[in-house]
């Protein structure tokens, strides 16, 4: 046996170095040669690393969270000899001094036959011991050993595993761990099933949760913004989407409200072409955009991305809806390329259904202008003579107020306004 040595390697497109966001494997583990060892994420992607070999982890070079170079020795495995190599010599950059090896585990023991009945007149086995209900039967902080089943369980009925005993193996909680403390008599004062919890977990913000942190501290830090608020009617806008959804073709997307707003921005920074803006703070300068590059917020299972349509004043409607659905799927499944994520030049904010009804959306620095969109819903409105249900919807917009004053920024939402009271004008040349 000897020791086979993993290096970071080189992810491409000339990166240099790439953040550890998770592990796959832990000292004393055996792993196969393929199985996942850890994932890194640079500027553009997450990576997973494979292993080239067989063997048991005896070293792990650096904690989720850590920055690591390419080419710096990520983990150590013993292996057999034929597949081991020399470990090369450290990097520059030196990693986290090695923990000690854990002691090679020895094979799992075959399983024993069922034990026999004892004999007649043999003493009686003693039943294991059970903790009253709302004991606390392991210290502060130790994780309670439980199946996924008898953790579902537990869950659905509200109940601490921590003020479980556990019989099974190593203190492991079983089903009938759980039957006995629902039959055991609650303390005095308490519930069984209604007990503090004074526990404290620990997250580390690690890749792309560390960098949206980073990035809206910079916009906060940086911008003194101004939020403007204006109500909607989108009832003529949502009649003509419907229409025009019945109508289309099998190969377009279902239009959204998403590309009649893309329009509607369109048309209006082109008349305030200082809305449409990158502000260099350092240098002092504004730099105007010609191409409308519209960033639209998506939720994604990593976290907030913000995927860009790019030069949105060459695009239709359809053409808008096309490349909206493509960057936000390529998003969600983490497939979305560096130039997918970058060069916006004014950012879209919506949270759909659950809009609320204001919100005050942080710019995407070092963008000067945010749109967020608020929940659509029916209202009551007063049209000279009664009152009428119409479909309202708030937009909730953000300008940053050293290049963008109140008078701009309002007249910027007042142009998206009538153009998407009045949807006929979004197709209207001049």
């Known amino acids: 046996m000897s020791e086979h040595v993993i290096k970071l390697p080189d992810v491409g497109e000339g990166v240099a170095e790439a953040e550890l966001v998770e592990w796959h494997v832990k000292l004393g583990d055996l792993v196969r040669e393929d199985a996942l060892l850890a994932a890194v994420m640079t500027d553009k992607a997450t990576v997973e690393i494979p292993s080239p070999v067989s063997g048991e982890v005896v070293w792990l070079g650096a904690e989720v969270g850590d920055v690591v170079a390419i080419g710096s020795e990520l983990v150590r495995l013993k292996v057999a000899g034929d597949e081991a190599s020399t470990p090369a010599p450290q990097p520059a950059k030196v990693p986290p001094a090695p923990k000690a090896s854990p002691a090679p585990q020895p094979p799992p023991a075959p399983k024993s036959a069922p034990a026999p009945a004892p004999a007649a007149g043999a003493p009686a086995r003693p039943a294991p011991s059970r903790h009253l209900a709302g004991s606390a039967p392991r210290a502060e902080g130790d994780k309670p050993v439980a199946s996924p089943a008898v953790r579902h369980r537990a869950r659905e009925a509200g109940v601490d595993l921590r003020r479980v005993a556990g019989t099974g193996p190593a203190g492991r909680i079983t089903h009938d761990d759980l039957d006995a403390y629902f039959a ?111 960033g639209i917020a998506a939720q994604t299972p990593s976290g907030l991305m913000v995927p860009v349509v790019r030069h949105a004043e060459a695009r239709d409607l359809w053409g808008c809806a096309m490349e909206a659905t493509r960057i936000a799927e390529a998003a969600k499944a983490g497939t979305a390329t560096r130039e997918d994520l970058t060069g916006s030049t004014i950012t879209i904010s919506s949270l759909g259904a659950m809009g609320g009804v204001v919100s005050t959306p942080i710019i995407n620095h070092p963008e000067v202008a945010i749109v967020g969109v608020n929940k659509m819903m029916m209202r009551p409105v007063w049209d000279g003579s009664g009152f009428v249900p119409r479909k309202m919807m708030n937009l909730s917009s953000s300008f940053d107020h050293r290049v963008i004053d109140g008078w ?19 197709f209207m040349e001049g």
Do not use: C, W
């Not at 025009?244 to 998403?258: F, I």
């Not at 007249?411 to 004008?425: C, D, N």
């Open 184 to 294: 055991a008599p609650p303390r005095a004062g308490g519930s069984p099933t209604l007990q503090p919890r004074t526990a404290v977990e620990e997250v580390k913000l690690v890749g792309l949760r560390r960098r949206i942190a980073e990035k809206m501290a910079a916009a906060h830090a940086h911008i003194p913004s101004i939020t403007y608020v204006e109500e909607i009617d989108v009832t003529a806008l949502e009649e003509l989407r419907a229409s025009l959804n019945r109508g289309k073709r099998a190969d377009q997307p279902k239009l959204t409200l998403l590309p009649f707003l893309m329009r509607a921005i369109v048309r209006a920074v082109a008349e305030q072409p200082q809305l449409n803006a990158l502000f260099d703070d350092e240098a002092g300068i504004v730099h105007q955009h010609a191409g409308v590059h519209i």
């Open 408 to 426: 701009d920024a309002a007249s910027f939402v007042q142009r998206i306004k009538a153009l998407l009271e009045t949807p006929a004008l979004l």
